[in-house]
């Protein structure tokens, strides 16, 4: 049972446009959500973060949204630079535990 | 900085080896995880370790056994590697927050 989910394996944006990558969940215990971005033969980055008492939180190009009502976040990235390509994993943790709960991940393609 | 490092980037294996990857933080970190990560699936548990000695197992421990004699190391064993083995494997390690930091992984091919 896939308790977070990224319904799109790809996506593909053109260079400046915003990238929108979504996130679904159901456990509602979930309290806290991670963006993680990961290159081809490296390890996952952490990218921003955000805590269910948010509905939003911003770094620099990078913006998270969070619906709790849905059970669905976003991460838009505005604009979308090349560099920006790659495998982009959403993850979810319920308070006091250590584990997270990934995402299949979305593969996000900035076209020139 | 965190810094995760482990021990191989590449790794070439025969079935029925026994093999280790080794993984090393650098920020006192109490919490340690191994990973693997195929295409479409995403990051999967392995083991987990919250403490020097202890661990616990994740999603998918079956074929694996880890060990954590020091606080900064943490090892995972495949007893007898299988093809179905070949994968990328992840090291993390996190102290109080959710934030997990991991290591650059190792690419191993068991043939």
């Known amino acids: 049972d896939q308790q977070v989910k990224q319904n799109s394996p790809s996506l593909s944006v053109q260079e400046g446009r915003i990238s929108i990558l979504n996130c679904d969940y159901t456990?509602?215990?979930?309290?806290?959500f991670l963006w993680y971005k990961k290159y081809p033969a490296e390890g996952p980055t952490f990218l921003i973060s955000?805590?269910?008492i948010k509905d939003k939180n911003e770094d620099g190009r990078f913006t998270v949204f969070l619906n709790k009502s849905a059970k669905h976040l976003s991460l838009h990235i505005v604009p979308s630079q090349p560099g920006d390509s790659a495998v982009y994993f959403c993850?979810?943790?319920?308070?006091?535990?250590?584990?997270?709960?990934w995402g299949a991940g979305t593969k996000l393609i900035i076209k020139p | 900085d965190v810094k995760v490092t482990q021990s191989s980037r590449y790794l070439v294996k025969r079935t029925g080896e026994k093999v280790f990857l080794e993984c090393v933080q650098d920020?006192?970190?109490?919490?340690m995880f191994w990973y693997r990560q195929d295409p479409g699936l995403g990051l999967r548990l392995i083991y987990f370790?919250?403490?020097?000695?202890?661990?616990e197992k994740g999603d998918i421990p079956e074929g694996y056994s880890v060990s954590r004699e020091k606080k900064e190391r943490f090892s995972l064993i495949l007893e007898s590697a299988s093809t179905n083995q070949t994968s990328m494997y992840l090291c993390?390690?996190?102290?109080?927050?959710?934030?997990?930091?991991f290591g650059p992984g190792t690419r191993l091919l068991v043939l």
């Open positions: 993390a390690s996190s102290s109080g927050g959710r934030t997990q930091y």
């Open positions: 456990n509602s215990m979930f309290d806290y």
């Open positions: 920020m006192d970190h109490e919490n």
């Open positions: 955000i805590s269910s």
């Open positions: 370790s919250y403490d020097v000695k202890m661990k």
């Open positions: 993850a979810a943790s319920v308070y006091s535990n250590y584990q997270l709960i």
